[in-house]
């Protein structure tokens, strides 16, 4: 079941279902739908239907819902069984956002903690347990934004790399709810968006957004970044996250770790923002992580066109990771962390 609406949600529990905008038809088409089944679930966060690190954790805290509403068991034992195997099917369908996990977690910590509950209650207890996660990511999102604008400089001129706005969260975004917030405090000359190839959430996503919020914006291709730091345009940069480790070592989208170097290269602050659900202190450094990689397709072809030979080798690693040096600060909801990242994340998430 599809509707249009004008005003956008990127996520909304109906009651019964998961209603997302389909974010793989902007800006051409703002399109509703509704999952109403864990594989529903699962196929909507690996096609970027619903994408961006929260918007995952909080798709995927419904889509775990879903996944043992129906569930007969009556004893907490197989319950629970059934309730781990619909968090590891739900986990494998993005494995790089550390969010889906960690909201996949809360849940089930939920039921193993509860043995005294029947599944009865505790399948209501995990549906407010995942209304709770939607509704603090808004809260999350909004600190984020507003910790961020001191970092702001007036007439900013601020690059940022794929989408990270309330399309990728709840709401307000993470380094969009600085540029958003700076926005208000009229702090904000420019916004140079990176078009963040291949699959264009910059241009697709981020620009439908800022558009949409009256920043002002310019859109440029991935590989003009470095000329725009050269010619002395750009006065720092902020990205979002997919995961931060202990030592503050960041996996983002494909091209974050290039344009932390080039910041690097110019003398530019590079920041991330990112709310406590994406930091994951079990991993030490970005070595870690798992990169997704997703199909050659989504290079050779350029929409329907195809813009490759048929039957070539194809790198299509969807994200990337920059080293904690990079890092001139970590923007979230409770404060600007600076290095030593090491000392200062643990300090404040554990
Ligand atoms: O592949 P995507 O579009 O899900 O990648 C999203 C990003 O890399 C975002 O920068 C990140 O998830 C932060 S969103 C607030």
Same mark, same amino acid.
């Given at each position: 079941m599809?509707?249009?609406?004008?005003?956008?949600?990127?996520?909304?529990?109906?009651?019964?279902?998961i209603e997302i905008i389909?974010?793989?038809?902007?800006? !051409?088409?703002?399109?509703?739908?509704?999952?109403?089944?864990?594989? !529903?679930t699962?196929?909507?966060?690996?096609?970027l239907?619903?994408?961006?690190?929260?918007a995952i954790?909080?798709?995927?805290a419904?889509?775990?819902?879903?996944?043992?509403?129906d569930?007969? /068991?009556?004893?907490?034992?197989a319950?629970?069984?059934?309730?781990?195997?619909?968090?590891?099917?739900?986990?494998?369908?993005?494995?790089?956002?550390v969010?889906?996990?960690?909201a996949?977690?809360?849940l089930?910590?939920e039921?193993?903690?509860q043995p005294?509950?029947?599944?009865? !209650?505790?399948?209501?207890?995990v549906?407010?347990?995942?209304i709770e996660?939607?509704? /603090?990511d808004? /809260?999350?999102c909004?600190?984020?934004?507003?910790?961020?604008?001191s970092?702001v400089?007036e007439?900013?001129?601020?690059?940022?790399?794929?989408n990270?706005g309330?399309?990728?969260t709840?709401?307000y975004?993470?380094?969009?709810?600085?540029?958003?917030?700076?926005?208000?405090?009229k702090?904000?000359?420019?916004?140079w968006?990176d @078009?963040?190839?291949?699959?264009?959430?910059?241009?697709?996503?981020?620009?439908?957004?800022?558009?949409?919020a009256?920043?002002p914006?310019?859109?440029?291709?991935?590989?003009?970044a470095?000329?725009?730091?050269?010619?002395?345009?750009?006065?720092?940069?902020?990205t979002g996250?997919d995961?931060?480790?202990?030592n503050?070592?960041?996996a983002?989208?494909?091209?974050t770790y290039?344009?932390a170097?080039?910041?690097?290269?110019?003398?530019i602050?590079?920041?991330?923002?990112?709310?406590?659900?994406t930091?994951?202190?079990?991993m @030490?450094?970005?070595?870690?992580i @798992?990169? @997704?990689?997703r199909?050659?397709?989504e290079?050779?072809?350029?929409?329907?066109?195809?813009?490759?030979?048929?039957?070539?080798?194809?790198?299509n690693?969807?994200?990337?990771?920059?080293?904690?040096?990079?890092?001139a600060a970590i923007?979230? /909801?409770?404060?600007?962390?600076?290095?030593?990242?090491?000392?200062n994340?643990?300090?404040?998430?554990?």
């Amino acid at each position: 079941m599809t509707t249009i609406k004008t005003n956008y949600n990127s996520i909304r529990w109906t009651g019964s279902e998961i209603e997302i905008i389909d974010q793989t038809k902007l800006p !051409e088409e703002e399109l509703y739908i509704s999952l109403m089944t864990i594989d !529903e679930t699962w196929d909507a966060i690996s096609k970027l239907k619903v994408r961006g690190a929260p918007a995952i954790g909080i798709a995927g805290a419904y889509g775990f819902y879903l996944g043992i509403k129906d569930s007969p /068991e009556t004893e907490h034992a197989a319950f629970l069984h059934h309730a781990e195997k619909v968090a590891h099917y739900l986990n494998s369908s993005r494995p790089t956002a550390v969010n889906l996990n960690w909201a996949l977690q809360l849940l089930l910590a939920e039921i193993r903690k509860q043995p005294d509950k029947s599944p009865a !209650e505790l399948k209501n207890i995990v549906l407010n347990r995942a209304i709770e996660i939607h509704n /603090e990511d808004r /809260e999350l999102c909004k600190a984020i934004g507003e910790h961020g604008v001191s970092l702001v400089p007036e007439n900013a001129r601020i690059l940022t790399h794929c989408n990270t706005g309330g399309l990728a969260t709840a709401a307000y975004g993470t380094a969009f709810s600085v540029i958003l917030h700076s926005h208000f405090a009229k702090k904000v000359k420019m916004v140079w968006v990176d @078009e963040t190839r291949p699959l264009n959430q910059g241009s697709r996503l981020t620009a439908w957004e800022l558009k949409k919020a009256g920043v002002p914006f310019t859109l440029n291709i991935d590989s003009a970044a470095a000329s725009l730091m050269q010619n002395g345009e750009v006065d720092l940069i902020i990205t979002g996250a997919d995961r931060i480790t202990r030592n503050g070592d960041t996996a983002n989208k494909i091209g974050t770790y290039s344009l932390a170097v080039l910041a690097h290269a110019h003398n530019i602050p590079f920041y991330i923002a990112a709310p406590y659900s994406t930091i994951d202190l079990e991993m @030490e450094t970005g070595a870690e992580i @798992e990169i @997704e990689q997703r199909l050659p397709m989504e290079v050779t072809y350029f929409g329907n066109r195809q813009t490759a030979p048929d039957d070539i080798q194809v790198y299509n690693p969807a994200f990337d990771i920059t080293p904690n040096h990079l890092i001139a600060a970590i923007i979230t /909801e409770k404060g600007i962390v600076k290095p030593d990242y090491r000392k200062n994340i643990p300090r404040l998430f554990s």
